[in-house]
């Protein structure tokens, strides 16, 4: 099966802008949820999406936002950029069952200006 | 917040050396994954222990986990220089357990030397 794929795998944005993310998951699977990695706070949960609906939410504010279609593949946006908002955005992907196993994408390297 | 602590946070060793990085956590699991990442890219997935169990073994990675304790530890057995990355363990907790939701620690940055 091919694995998790993210697009774009780079992007360089400027304060205020705005940017989508797309992730693509393993065939099959019906949950994908997302985290941003930055030096400072680590690896942190955004949102999972199943069954195109949010699943579970973590701590951010409300300019993150994401959206699932029919056949699993979601995008996650975030509005009015800001600097701290440059980080390695990673989407994981899982059948959506209980305690099973997460499997990452290569990540979106975000850089706002 | 996070929820699971590593240590060390940086270890270097010379190749052929074992590496142990330890994981401790504060709330009731369900699981605990293992995870390694080469230079900021995406996570590679190596083992899941459920909160049952106490030991696991995939190749050269083994992983024993302690709930008494709240803690887990992966033990890398003759490293390569290829295990160079950071490894990261992330839990599912009991509240969390019917979604993907992670709660990841810090890292334990590994530098294995040829």
């Known amino acids: 099966k091919a694995g998790v794929t993210q697009t774009p795998r780079y992007l360089i944005k400027t304060r205020g802008q705005q940017v989508t993310l797309s992730c693509s998951p393993i065939?099959?699977?019906?949950?994908v949820s997302w985290y941003q990695q930055t030096p400072g706070q680590g690896l942190q949960f955004l949102f999972e999406?199943?069954?195109?609906?949010?699943?579970n939410k973590g701590n951010f504010p409300g300019r993150f936002s994401g959206r699932q279609f029919s056949n699993s593949r979601s995008e996650m946006n975030v509005s009015t950029l800001e600097l701290g908002d440059s980080a390695l955005y990673l989407c994981?992907?899982?059948?959506?069952?209980?305690?099973?196993?997460?499997?990452f994408g290569p990540g979106t390297r975000l850089t706002v200006l | 917040s996070q929820q699971g602590e590593e240590d060390p946070q940086a270890l270097s060793i010379q190749e052929g050396e074992n590496a142990t990085m330890n994981c401790s956590y504060k709330?009731?699991?369900?699981?605990l994954q293992w995870y390694r990442q080469n230079s900021g890219r995406g996570l590679v997935h190596l083992i899941l222990?459920?909160?049952?169990?106490r030991e696991k073994h995939s190749g050269r990675l083994r992983v024993t986990l302690d709930t008494s304790k709240k803690s887990s530890s992966l033990l890398i057995t003759a490293s390569r220089a290829a295990d160079t990355a950071s490894y990261f363990c992330?839990?599912?907790?009991?509240?969390?357990?019917?979604?993907?939701?992670?709660?990841f620690g810090q890292g334990t940055t590994l530098q294995v030397k040829p």
């Open positions: 994981a992907s899982s059948s959506g069952q209980g305690g099973d196993t997460q499997y």
């Open positions: 065939s099959g699977h019906r949950s």
């Open positions: 999406y199943f069954s195109e609906t949010q699943r």
């Open positions: 222990i459920r909160s049952n169990e």
């Open positions: 992330a839990t599912k907790t009991i509240g969390s357990s019917n979604t993907g939701k992670l709660i």
């Open positions: 709330t009731s699991i369900n699981n």
